[in-house]
C-alpha cells in the first residue's frame, strides 16, 4: 500500500501539471479527471476509503460533469465542431491515458497481492467517524460554510437573471419605433 500511495500521488502530481498547462480546456478537463482519481486512490491508501469514495462520486463524478457542461456551453460558435474533433484526436488522449493506466495496474497489483504489511499507519476513516467530527466540535463550522454556500447561490441566481440595461432597453425601443 506504501508503494500504492507514492505512485498515486506521483500520477497526481503529473496529471495536475498536464492540468495547468495545457492551453485547451478539453485537455484540461481530461488531466483533472486523472487527477482526482489518483488522489481518490491516495485515500484508499491511507485508509479512508469514505473519503476516496466521496472524491470519486463528488468531484470526479459530478463536478467533472458541470465541467464538461460548461465548456461545451461557452463554445457556441460555428467552427466549434471542427476544432472539438481536433481536441479528442487518438494523441490527445495519450497522457492521461498513460497516467490512467499507471493508476489502474497500481490498483491489480494491490488487490491481486492483499495485505502484505505495506500497509501505512493509522486507523480507518468511516462515514461514522465523518460524521461525529463534522457534527460535533466542527458544527459551527458546517454550519457557517453551508451558510456561505447559500450566499452564493443566491447571488449567482441574482447575478444570473437577465436585465436589460439602459442601453438594451434605448435600442429595443429605438428598433420598435
Do not use: C
Not at 463536478?63 to 490527445?92: D, K
Not at 497481492?113 to 461514522?128: H, N, P, Y
Request: charge should be neutral; avoid cysteine; charged fraction near 10%.
Amino acid at each position: 500500500m506504501e508503494i500504492a500511495f507514492y505512485l498515486s500521488g506521483l500520477v497526481a502530481v503529473l496529471a495536475t501539471l498536464g492540468v495547468i498547462v495545457n492551453p485547451h480546456p478539453v485537455h484540461a478537463l481530461l488531466y483533472l479527471i486523472v487527477s482526482l482519481i489518483a488522489v481518490a486512490m491516495v485515500f484508499f491508501a491511507l485508509g479512508a476509503p469514505f473519503a476516496g469514495a466521496l472524491e470519486i462520486i463528488i468531484y470526479a463524478g459530478a463536478i467533472m460533469v458541470l465541467f464538461v457542461f460548461v465548456v461545451m456551453m461557452l463554445n457556441l460558435s460555428e467552427g466549434t465542431t471542427a476544432r472539438e474533433r481536433a481536441w479528442l484526436g487518438p494523441r490527445i488522449w495519450l497522457g492521461p491515458a498513460v497516467l490512467a493506466a499507471v493508476l489502474l495496474l497500481v490498483l491489480i497489483v494491490t488487490l491481486w497481492r492483499g495485505d502484505l504489511g505495506l500497509v501505512i499507519e493509522g486507523e480507518t476513516l468511516t462515514a461514522k467517524a465523518v460524521g461525529t467530527a463534522l457534527f460535533g466540535p466542527w458544527l459551527v463550522v458546517v454550519e457557517l460554510a453551508a451558510m456561505l454556500l447559500l450566499a452564493a447561490l443566491v447571488t449567482a441566481s441574482h447575478v444570473g437573471r437577465s436585465t436589460p440595461t439602459t442601453n438594451q432597453a434605448a435600442r429595443a425601443r429605438r428598433d420598435g419605433s
